[in-house]
């Protein structure tokens, strides 16, 4: 077996592949009438309504892909979206399952090795989340370029190993996050890069969380993408995450935050989402790490 480094600084981490019963599912989905993708998308708590903008779409329940769980979570409409952004085919996930739902981590991958499995070459990973910064406000975008696991699980540990071994990971695309941002910034939507600490959830955090995320190097929280950002990069595909901040945690004027109001702020950040997809998509080429 054969181990690669992630970027010089971090662990070693075994490469993989999507699991064959995603590769199956994939299969199955292309026979029913979905279609193969370049671009992956999973669109997080309130930014579902993105994939109503792509063109020729085709929809299926992910109950139906006999390969994802369904979420219960608010804003999770739990369906794969296949359609074309100016011409590209891309594939978009509304929803995805958290472990406070009670999946264990090899579901919570799974949403990303069945794009991969379609055919991805880049993905692009949105969520929402609590803004750590005094200066952040609701609606504005961080585009993730670090994360901090305070989960710690062996997320990518159900993926198939690969022989060959030789993609290359890092956990965020340099060159994407800096397309994403210059996407963003023409949009006129606020942004900014950041790290994303990963708690599991699923109540929000106390005002102390808040202070000690802030201390140990966070500028925002949220309780979902980490796996599937760790399964994504075993499988060497390239990826960006945008998350929105839906909430600022200002430790000392306390707030009350509830997923309603999370979705609803999610949604009033869809033109900066929407940009970055623009973005990636416009981007020529091959990825510097075609798995
Ligand atoms: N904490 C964790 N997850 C979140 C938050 C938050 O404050 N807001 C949106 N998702």
């Given at each position: 077996?054969?181990?690669?480094?992630?970027?010089?600084?971090?662990?070693a981490m075994r490469a993989g592949s999507p699991r064959t019963a995603a590769v199956e599912a994939a299969a199955r989905i292309v026979a029913a009438g979905g279609r193969r993708a370049a671009v992956g998308v999973v669109l997080?708590?309130?930014?579902?309504?993105?994939?109503?903008?792509?063109?020729?779409?085709?929809?299926?329940?992910?109950?139906?892909?006999?390969?994802?769980?369904?979420?219960?979570?608010?804003?999770?409409?739990?369906?794969?979206?296949?359609?074309?952004?100016?011409?590209?085919?891309?594939?978009?996930?509304?929803?995805?399952?958290?472990?406070?739902?009670?999946?264990?981590?090899?579901?919570?991958?799974?949403?990303?090795?069945?794009?991969?499995?379609?055919?991805?070459?880049?993905?692009?990973?949105?969520?929402?989340?609590?803004?750590?910064?005094?200066?952040?406000?609701?609606?504005?975008?961080?585009?993730?370029?670090?994360?901090?696991?305070?989960?710690?699980?062996?997320?990518?540990?159900?993926?198939?190993?690969?022989?060959?071994?030789?993609?290359?990971?890092?956990?965020?695309?340099?060159?994407?996050?800096?397309?994403?941002?210059?996407?963003?910034?023409?949009?006129?939507?606020?942004?900014?890069?950041?790290?994303?600490?990963?708690?599991?959830?699923?109540?929000?955090?106390?005002?102390?969380?808040?202070?000690?995320?802030?201390?140990?190097?966070?500028?925002?929280?949220?309780?979902?993408?980490?796996?599937?950002?760790?399964?994504?990069?075993?499988?060497?595909?390239?990826?960006?995450?945008?998350?929105?901040?839906t909430n600022v945690a200002r430790p000392d004027a306390p707030d009350k935050t509830d997923a309603e109001d999370v979705c609803r702020m999610a949604a009033t950040a869809a033109e900066g989402v929407w940009a970055i997809l623009?973005?990636?998509?416009?981007?020529?080429?091959?990825?510097?790490?075609?798995?």
């Open positions: 077996m054969r181990y690669e480094t992630n970027g010089g600084d971090r662990p997080g708590t309130g930014l579902g309504g993105l994939a109503d903008r792509l063109e020729d779409r085709w929809v299926m329940p992910a109950a139906d892909t006999g390969w994802l769980a369904t979420s219960m979570a608010t804003g999770h409409a739990g369906r794969i979206v296949f359609g074309t952004l100016s011409g590209v085919p891309v594939a978009m996930l509304q929803g995805r399952v958290h472990g406070y739902e009670g999946f264990p981590p090899e579901t919570l991958t799974r949403g990303v090795e069945l794009l991969v499995a379609l055919g991805v070459r880049r993905l692009l990973l949105t969520n929402a989340s609590g803004g750590l910064r005094p200066d952040m406000v609701s609606g504005e975008l961080v585009v993730v370029t670090e994360h901090i696991d305070l989960v710690r699980r062996p997320w990518g540990q159900a993926l198939e190993p690969r022989a060959d071994g030789t993609s290359c990971v890092t956990f965020y695309d340099s060159a994407l996050a800096e397309t994403a941002i210059g996407a963003v910034r023409r949009a006129n939507v606020a942004a900014r890069k950041g790290t994303y600490a990963f708690l599991s959830g699923p109540s929000y955090e106390t005002r102390a969380e808040y202070r000690m995320l802030r201390r140990i190097g966070a500028d925002v929280v949220g309780m979902s993408t980490v796996p599937e950002v760790v399964a994504a990069a075993r499988m060497g595909v390239p990826l960006v995450a945008c998350s929105v901040v623009g973005a990636v998509v416009a981007q020529g080429g091959n990825p510097p790490c075609a798995s």
